[in-house]
Antibody, heavy 121, light 106 residues
Framework: EVQLLESGGGLVQPGGSLRLSCAVS????????MSWVRQAPGKGLEWVSG????????HYADSVKGRFTISRDRATNTLFLQMNSLRDEDTAIYYCAKHPYRSGYYYFEYWGQGTLVTVSS | SYELSQPPSVSVSPGQTASITCSGDKLGDKYACWYQQKPGQSPVLVIYQDSQRPSGIPERFSGSNSGNTATLTISGTQTMDEADYYCQAWDSSTGVFGGGTKLTVL
């Protein structure tokens, strides 16, 4: 059974940093493209970042480019999102999601339950 | 940057057909997919690659995509289908979501 479990959310001040984790089970994380998607309170979904392919190509939304870094660890089957220089507008529930293939994104096949990040002074 | 537009809300009576549209420049040249999200829950994929249904999704959910518009159709809508629906596509390895449509079944 595919499972994705996010953690690492919390309250952080503007300008601060946070590292999100997504522990996966039921599949090998290096064999599939993965993404982070966020949802601000009462708002719609926004794709944040993805990692794809055998050489871990990474892609970012313009809103987070240069501040966020996506990575994954094959040994622990975990996806990460390092978030630096956080802003108020980064406040959201952050979901990790699995794609159907190793290369290319296509669609979000499975979603985690999300972790809440609140950026506030 | 690429944008997808959805109507904010759609209402339908139980048992009737609901149609939710998603508009984007030459969207028909891309694959569109749809997600259902109920309050307090994570999104669930209901249509992928324009018209494919994942395992476990009822047959009353169908999709199409042509020209500038993708459409999610729910036939024989049930009260359990009340939710927010998001269309989504990829533009040069960048994920794009529509703003979402609140489907009300009453």
């Amino acid at each position: 059974e595919v499972q994705l479990l996010e953690s690492g959310g919390g309250l952080v001040q503007p300008g601060g940093s946070l590292r999100l984790s997504c522990a996966v089970s039921g599949f090998t994380i290096s064999s599939y493209a993965m993404s982070w998607v966020r949802q601000a309170p009462g708002k719609g979904l926004e794709w944040v970042s993805g990692i794809s392919g055998s050489v871990d190509g990474t892609h970012y939304a313009d809103s987070v480019k240069g501040r966020f870094t996506i990575s994954r660890d094959r040994a622990t089957n975990t996806l990460f999102l390092q978030m630096n220089s956080l802003r108020d507008e980064d406040t959201a529930i952050y979901y990790c999601a699995k794609h159907p293939y190793r290369s290319g994104y296509y669609y979000f096949e499975y979603w985690g339950q999300g972790t809440l990040v609140t950026v506030s002074s | 940057s690429y944008e997808l537009s959805q109507p904010p809300s759609v209402s339908v009576s139980p048992g009737q057909t609901a149609s939710i549209t998603c508009s984007g420049d030459k969207l028909g040249d891309k694959y569109a997919c749809w997600y259902q999200q109920k309050p307090g829950q994570s999104p669930v994929l209901v249509i992928y690659q324009d018209s494919q249904r994942p395992s476990g999704i009822p047959e009353r959910f169908s999709g199409s995509n042509s020209g500038n518009t993708a459409t999610l159709t729910i036939s024989g809508t049930q009260t359990m289908d009340e939710a927010d629906y998001y269309c989504q596509a990829w533009d040069s390895s960048t994920g794009v979501f529509g703003g979402g449509t609140k489907l009300t079944v009453l």
